[in-house]
């Protein structure tokens, strides 16, 4: 069964520096987000990408923050100057349609000291 | 606009049944039922839209009152692997942004 992928499982990086997450979506998916997860806490929603631009983003999603699809396979978020509030469970998600629900990666653990 | 979900947690005898809530203060488009495992990601199990289209497992159904922008999950005869906690996700429109609640915690126990 086609699976969502991200790398790495677990970056520690320190506070100000930029780091880049990875993910794979599902191959025929069209919708890609991301979510973050702070320890013990609910799913946030971080932002949406259809058609090669940005469809939704939250108040979260500031311009520390950007994604992109830079071939046909990779969707990343980049986070330009990290802060300790940034670690999280950062979880990327694809869908076949708006209309259906979001297929979660395995996350990655985002550790900012 | 976070979803409103109760119980925030249930405890069940294997066999048992349950049924989770969410309720919004806003209409909504569409809403989204998931579970997660302690580590793990959530996992998608149905979504419901306006209009009363309902896609998702078989094994679990689930409500949708546009009026009272409300939804429940049915949970029946569970079993140890039920348990998790279940996050609803609502969306007021367009498709694109997905709001989750604070979750129910579900303990199915032999």
């Known amino acids: 069964e086609p699976e969502v992928t991200q790398t790495p499982s677990h970056q520690v990086t320190q506070m100000g520096q930029e780091v880049i997450l990875r993910c794979v979506p599902i191959s025929n998916h069209l919708y890609f987000y991301w979510y973050r997860q702070i320890l013990g806490q609910k799913v946030e929603f971080l932002v949406s990408f259809y058609n090669n631009e940005i469809s939704e983003k939250s108040e979260i999603f500031d311009d520390q923050f950007s994604v992109e699809r830079p071939d046909g396979s990779n969707f990343t978020l980049k986070i330009r100057s990290t802060k300790l509030e940034d670690s999280a469970m950062y979880f990327c998600?694809?869908?076949?349609?708006?209309?259906?629900?979001?297929?979660f990666g395995p996350g990655t653990r985002l550790t900012v000291t | 606009q976070q979803p409103v979900q109760s119980p925030q947690a249930v405890i069940l005898r294997e066999g048992e049944d349950a049924v989770i809530n969410c309720s919004s203060s806003k209409a909504l488009y569409s809403v989204h039922w998931y579970r997660q495992k302690h580590g793990e990601a959530p996992v998608f199990l149905m979504i419901l839209l306006k209009g009363g289209e309902q896609k998702g497992h078989d094994k679990i159904s689930a409500s949708f009152n546009e009026k009272k922008q409300q939804s429940s999950l049915y949970l029946t005869a569970s079993q140890l692997s039920y348990s998790g906690t279940y996050f609803c996700?609502?969306?007021?429109?367009?498709?694109?942004?997905?709001?989750f609640g604070a979750g129910t915690r579900l303990f199915v126990k032999a």
């Open positions: 998600a694809s869908s076949e349609s708006r209309s259906w629900g979001r297929y």
């Open positions: 996700g609502t969306d007021h429109g367009g498709g694109f942004k997905t709001i």
